[in-house]
Each structure stands twice: as C-alpha cells, then as structure tokens.
C-alpha cells in the first residue's frame, strides 16, 4: 500500500492561535482528502484537494502533489475545531483509500 | 438531507452471530466504501464499490463481506463475529471513484463478546 504519515500527532493550542498539519505519502496520488472527526465521532470532509490551494472560511489546504504532501492550515482556532485531523490518499494506480493516523488538536479556551 | 444513513449506531453481539450493518445514500453516488476506526490504526478500508454489481477488496476484508445490489445500499455482513471485529465501522460514498470527497455515515460502534 501507500504510506501515509501525519505530524504532528497531538497538538495543543491557545484560542485564537493558527496551526499548520502536515501530510506526506509515498507514492503519487489522485486523490487526497482531509477530514476532522470531532470529539462526538463524526467525520466531516474539510477539502477533496488532490493538488493546488483551496480556502474555506479559517481553513486552507495546499497540496504539492509532485513532492508528495500536503498542509491544513487552521488560523484564529476555536474550541470547536478541537478534534482528530486526517488525510486519505488514493494512489494513481488503484481503487483503495489510505488514512494517516491522525493529528489529534485540541483548543483550549 | 443529502446524507449517509447507518444502522445501529450501537451494537453489542456474541461471537458467532451473524449481523449486518445497513448503509444507504440519497445522492446518486457511484462510490461507496465501508471502514474500520481502532485505536492507533486509523481508518482501514474492509470493502468498497464503484457501481452497482462492481465490488472488491480493501486492506481487511477478512471476515466480513458487501452487496450492491442497488445504488443507494451498500450493506456491511458479518457472517461470524469475532472479538478481533469489534470496532467503529464507518459508511462512507463519493459521487463516482475517479475524483470528488467523501460523506461518511454518522458510524456504527460495534462489539462482539
């Protein structure tokens, strides 16, 4: 498979503070996603960004397909961004799905 | 609601049981997918579809197996539970495989004693 690594693993941060995640993989790609799983389990797709920039109200994603990561940016954190980060990746050459193992953030107030 | 339905959220079951968990989608997407959610491993993928008729294997599909037999239900069988299965399952659909994000389903937390 593709291997899919995520750093920081755990973070902490001040409301009100901004925050980069990363996201390196192996191989190429043709699909990457991020998604938060907030505290209650629930997954929500942030950005389908298989390369470029995209922005979404405080949150940005850039992906830079040809040196195989990609980043989140979160700025002006809020308690309610607190929660698990991942990225998923489908290679090119396949059908599956890979996650990394999650950048778990937590917002204190 | 354009939404990923799931059924049960919770589950407790004994080994050997036969179960399924039941998927639906109402928005005409081609893609489905089923995961698994353990602690320090992440999201692993058991099985997907592309269409109707078309599935195949993820990276865990031992024990449990999938249907498509119409567009919107993607059901998750396990034929005989074991412990090893008890886990966070999770739905998830996209409008086709090539491109585009996921919606999940709200999950399925299941355990087999």
């Known amino acids: 498979g593709i291997q899919v690594e995520q750093s920081p693993p755990d973070l902490i941060l001040q409301e009100g503070a901004n925050s980069t995640l990363r996201c390196n993989f192996s191989?190429?790609?043709?699909?990457l996603q991020w998604f938060h799983q907030n505290p209650w389990g629930q997954l929500i797709n942030l950005f389908y960004?298989?390369?470029g920039t995209k922005q979404n109200g405080r949150l940005s994603a850039t992906t830079v397909a040809t040196e195989r990561y990609s980043l989140l940016y979160i700025s002006s954190s809020q308690t309610t961004d607190s929660g698990v980060y991942f990225c998923?990746?489908?290679?090119?050459?396949?059908?599956?799905?890979?996650f990394g193992t999650g950048t778990s953030l937590t917002v204190i107030p | 609601e354009a939404q990923v339905t799931q059924n049960p959220r919770y589950l407790i079951t004994v080994t050997g049981k036969k179960l399924t968990v039941t998927c639906s989608q109402n928005?005409?997407?081609?893609?489905m997918s089923w995961y698994r959610q353990d602690p320090g491993l992440g999201l692993r993928q058991i099985y997907y579809?592309?269409?109707?008729?078309v599935t195949d294997k993820g990276d865990v599909p031992e024990g449990y197996k999938v249907s498509r037999k119409e567009k919107r239900n993607f059901p998750l069988i396990l034929e005989s539970p074991s412990p090893n299965q008890t886990s966070l399952y999770f739905c998830?659909?996209?409008?086709?495989w090539g491109a585009g994000g996921y919606t999940f389903g709200s999950g399925t937390r299941l355990t087999v004693v």
């Open positions: 998923a990746v489908r290679r090119g050459t396949g059908n599956q799905f890979y």
């Open positions: 191989d190429s790609v043709n699909n």
């Open positions: 960004i298989p390369s």
């Open positions: 579809s592309m269409n109707v008729e």
């Open positions: 928005m005409n997407h081609e893609y």
């Open positions: 998830a659909s996209s409008l086709y």
